[in-house]
Structure formats: structure tokens, C-alpha cells
């Protein structure tokens, strides 16, 4: 009776170890916004505008840009309520900032230092940055007179979205878009890219 009481002690604590894993592994899969919100392969047809239906909208824009030296990808989006084709800006919305970074080499002390400092988290060639914020969080940071270089660049790129969401139909001036057949993907790739960088860009109804 000993004997299973401690092996069934032994499973608990190992299935409790599991989860624990299992929920940190899949809080860092929310902190990443890198990668594609959806296939490519379900938008085939071609865009000449962009038509939001009431409802709720992600749109999410990876930015990648390659060195000699390192790759870094700047993922951003919006999570918000449209109404007539716009950005309800009466409700609530999420926006989120996500910068991966990775090097050639190991961080040296100092620069370390100074990534985290700006809110970076270093794990050995890899830098990576992950902010979250809600319609009154924004406010928030917008008034603070005491923000950080990184928190400005938030800033802008925030400022950017808002334009996108307030009127979708310029975007066509510097994407080329596909849709699917309910026109709830549009999936966007820059007219004129740079030499070593990509910009794709996703809208979907939630």
C-alpha cells in the first residue's frame, strides 16, 4: 500500500510538472505574433479593394529584415471592432508589439545590459521583445512624458495602425492584396520591396 501510495505521489508530481511546462509553452506561443495569422494559400484571388464587414477584425503585419550579422522580425497588430467598413474606435481594442532578433554571436555583457533595459529578454544569440496593450493602457503610455526610445517606437507603429484600420482602402496604394471567396482574409504584399526585407500583411473577421 506504501508502495503505490508514493508511485501514484511520483505521477501526480510529474503531471503537475507537465502542465506547468505545457502552460508555459503555450504562453509563450500567445507572446509570439511572428508568424502568419493565416495560410497564404487561402487567399487566391485577386484585391483591388479592401471591403471590412461589421464585425471583429485582427490585422497583424510582419516586417523581416535581414544583415550580415542578424535577422529581425517586428510583428505587429491590431485586434479591433469595425463598423461601415472602419475602426469602431468607440470600443475596446487590443494592440500588440513583438520584435525577435538573432544574432551571429552571443550578446557581450553590455549589450545585454542594455536590450534589457529597453524590455528585451537575451537568451543567447536571441533577443526578443513582446508588449501587450488594451485601449486604456495606450492612453496611458500616450500621456506618460517619461517614455522610453522603445516605448515612442510602440507609439508610432500604433499611430500607423489606427490608420490602416480607420480607412482600409489606402492600403491597396502600397500593397498588392489577395482575398478568399467571402472576402474575411486579405493577405498583403509590398508593391516595392527593400533589398533585405519583406512586409506581409494579414486582415481577418475573428
Do not use: H
Not at 481594442?93 to 555583457?109: H, L, M, P, Q, S
Amino acid at each position: 500500500m506504501k508502495k503505490t501510495t508514493k508511485i501514484l505521489g511520483m505521477l501526480f508530481v510529474a503531471a503537475a510538472l507537465f502542465m506547468g511546462c505545457k502552460q508555459n509553452a503555450d504562453e509563450q506561443a500567445k507572446q509570439n505574433i511572428t508568424g502568419e495569422l493565416f495560410s497564404e494559400d487561402e487567399t487566391t484571388v485577386d484585391a483591388a479593394s479592401i471591403s471590412l464587414a461589421d464585425g471583429n477584425w485582427t490585422i497583424r503585419l510582419v516586417q523581416k529584415e535581414t544583415s550580415d550579422d542578424a535577422e529581425t522580425t517586428i510583428a505587429s497588430e491590431l485586434i479591433c471592432v469595425v463598423k461601415d467598413g472602419a475602426i469602431d474606435e468607440t470600443k475596446d481594442f487590443t494592440f500588440k508589439f513583438n520584435i525577435v532578433k538573432t544574432g551571429d554571436r552571443e550578446a557581450t555583457a553590455e549589450e545585454k545590459a542594455e536590450a534589457e533595459s529597453n524590455g528585451f529578454t537575451v537568451e543567447g544569440t536571441k533577443a526578443t521583445l513582446y508588449k501587450e496593450y488594451n485601449t486604456l493602457q495606450i492612453a496611458a503610455l500616450s500621456a506618460n512624458t517619461n517614455r522610453t526610445g522603445m516605448e515612442d517606437e510602440i507609439l508610432l507603429m500604433f499611430s500607423a495602425f489606427m490608420s490602416m484600420a480607420r480607412t482600409p482602402s489606402d492600403l491597396t496604394y502600397n500593397y498588392n492584396f489577395k482575398t478568399n471567396s467571402d472576402n474575411s482574409k486579405y493577405f498583403g504584399t509590398e508593391k516595392t520591396p527593400g533589398p533585405n526585407s519583406t512586409e506581409k500583411l494579414y486582415i481577418a473577421k475573428n
